[in-house]
């Protein structure tokens, strides 16, 4: 393992003890170590322990991206977790929920910065974030059918009467 | 005479009494008004709609309202291949191509796991760093010009176009470039190079000074942006800012020194920072000030950089890129410091097909711009103008 996934294994291995089997086991890859949260319902909880805790401090939330994962019939979100000031760990978390009408907790509560990229992964991808304070469609139109990256997305045929694909 | 009975109206009530007083009794209770700044404003450089609530000339809440130039980059990655996606990102950022290409193409070779020339090294540094001295040139003569200041604006744009006919002769194209590419280069730069980027930066180096001092010692401009929108560092942080903007709060974050990449890790200079001596720490002014004095530092890094590129005979960049791009099976985040902030990309491949299952472009101006309902609260609608102008904001990168 190189140095930078060893500060990962670091971090991971004080969340693990904390939450446990609701975390998944560690994936040490060398270009964006990350793991699993099994229990989406504790998301928040292991969030702000994240932030929270002094020998973590993951305050930067770089990125949060939607993901279709169709062959586990699964939606989800990976986030780019930091810490700014204090250590140079960094390590990424993945919260999956169910295809049809799935929910992952919101954490925007915990950085604000999650409260446009959740808008945008339910804009694109149709899973609702819970207790979010304001999920409405961020990028398409408030009436737009479908969500665009999905895998199995297909295009409307006409919007107001315009002719979508062309 | 005509009687004055009970008149009232929304604000002024006149009553007659009996004994033939009149009282005139005036409601100074104000209602909000929702009003639209944009979907077209000069001081947003695309096009953004904020709704305001006001009370009067105080805004309660902005609201921004994205989506008019939505071109689905996300949704065209997934069609075309890695190669293919270079020329979308240069549409991203059209202030910045170069870092934008810089960034993706970081992140590509991250999955590739392939060894970059040297001198190719030092090349993508000079063209992004001079990329980014012409980005912060619009965005000060822009900011200047949003503010009231004509000068600034022409200063900016005279020294700007140096770089974009510098660009321009080793790429071929003014703004999109498509020159930066997976593993090398379109091609290496022309003869002359090195002498032609010097005397611009002996060029520009006085110019900058000037326009430092243009603007700094403009007393208009100071009141105009000092104190206003301010952003304390632990909330900007939480908003994930980055770029000149989270400087601007005082935070010494840069990834070119604190995540470094490409050749940034021998090179000397300053990540500058506003101590609060002369703007208030968070403010619009510091805001300007890390772009104001980031130019200079980016002129060191280029003249470094002339010192220690090495010199090749017949050198092809295109040698070592492979035929087909098809990259093992993992993810990847990478990124770069754009001259709005962090540039990310997040990158999903299968390790069987040429495209990518997904990228998403983690951009700074959406991260940047979503802190905006926080820092208009309690403004001036005037000072409104100012803030969206020091976020510097490129809605092609919002929208993507």
């Known amino acids: 393992m190189s140095p930078a996934v060893l500060e990962s294994k670091a971090a991971y291995d004080i969340i693990k003890e904390r939450f446990g089997d609701a975390v998944s086991e560690f994936d040490a890859n060398p270009t964006m170590p990350f793991f699993e949260v099994l229990d989406a319902s504790r998301w928040v909880d292991i969030a702000l322990y994240m932030r929270d805790n002094s020998l973590l401090q993951f305050n930067y939330l770089a990125c949060l991206s939607g993901m279709d994962y169709p062959e586990e019939e699964k939606l989800g979100i990976v986030c780019n977790l930091e810490c700014i000031g204090k250590y140079t760990h960094k390590l990424a978390v993945k919260v999956k929920c169910q295809r049809d009408g799935g929910s992952i907790p919101s954490v925007s509560c915990v950085w604000h910065t999650a409260n446009w990229h959740e808008r945008e992964a339910y804009d694109m991808y149709g899973m609702v974030f819970e207790d979010h304070p304001d999920l409405r469609r961020i990028l398409c139109p408030e009436d737009w059918t479908g969500y665009p990256l999905r895998k199995d997305y297909k295009v409307q045929e006409t919007y107001h009467g315009i002719k979508v694909p062309y | ?400």
């Not at chain 2, 619009?138 to 510098?166: K, S």
């Not at chain 2, 980031?294 to 070592?320: H, V």
């Not at chain 2, 951009?363 to 020091?390: H, R, T, W």
């Open chain 2, 1 to 400: 005479m005509q009687e004055l009975g009970k008149v009232e109206s929304n604000s002024i009530r006149v009553t007659r009494q009996d004994d033939k007083r009149i009282t005139i009794e005036k409601d100074l209770d104000t209602e909000h008004m929702v009003l639209s700044m944009g979907p077209q404003h000069p001081s947003t450089h695309g096009v953004l709609r904020l709704e305001c609530i006001t009370d009067g000339e105080v805004i309660v809440e902005a609201e921004p309202y994205l989506g008019y130039l939505h071109r689905c980059f996300e949704k065209h990655c997934e069609n075309v291949d890695y190669p293919g996606i270079v020329p979308y990102t240069d549409r991203m950022d059209y202030l910045a191509g170069m870092n934008s290409e810089l960034a993706y193409c970081l992140t590509v070779e991250k999955l590739l796991d392939i060894e970059i020339p040297r001198r190719v090294e030092f090349i993508r540094v000079i063209t992004s760093e001079l990329n980014r001295i012409a980005s912060h040139l619009v965005a000060i003569g822009t900011y200047a010009i949003d503010l009231g200041a004509f000068t600034p604006f022409l200063f900016c744009f005279r020294d700007r176009e140096h770089i974009m006919n510098l660009l321009e002769w080793i790429s071929g194209a003014r703004m999109l470039y498509n020159y930066i590419w997976i593993g090398g280069l379109a091609y290496d730069v022309p003869a002359d190079f090195k002498k032609r980027v010097a005397e611009f930066v002996t060029y520009f180096r006085p110019k900058a000074v000037e326009l430092y001092k243009l603007l700094t010692e403009n007393e208009i401009f100071v009141k105009r942006t000092k104190g206003i929108g301010i952003m304390p560092a632990d909330v900007a942080i939480n908003f994930a800012w980055s770029g000149p903007m989270l400087r601007g709060s005082g935070v010494k974050w840069d990834l070119r020194r604190n995540d470094p990449y490409s050749v940034y890790p021998e090179l000397d200079f300053e990540v500058p920072v506003p101590d609060g001596k002369f703007s208030d720490v968070g403010d619009c002014l510091s805001r300007h000030l890390v772009r104001a004095l980031e130019m200079e530092e980016s002129l060191k890094i280029i003249e470094q950089c002339l010192d220690k590129m090495p010199e090749e005979q017949g050198f092809d960049p295109r040698a070592l890129i492979p035929k087909k791009i098809r990259p093992k099976a993992g993810e990847v985040y990478g990124r770069a410091e754009n001259p709005r902030g962090e540039l990310g990309y997040y990158i999903v491949s299968d390790g069987k097909s040429t495209k990518p299952v997904r990228c998403k472009a983690r951009s700074s101006c959406f991260v940047n711009l979503a802190a905006m309902k926080d820092l208009s609260k309690g403004q001036l609608l005037p000072d409104l103008v100012a803030i969206i102008g020091s976020i510097d904001i490129v809605l092609g990168e919002v929208d993507r």
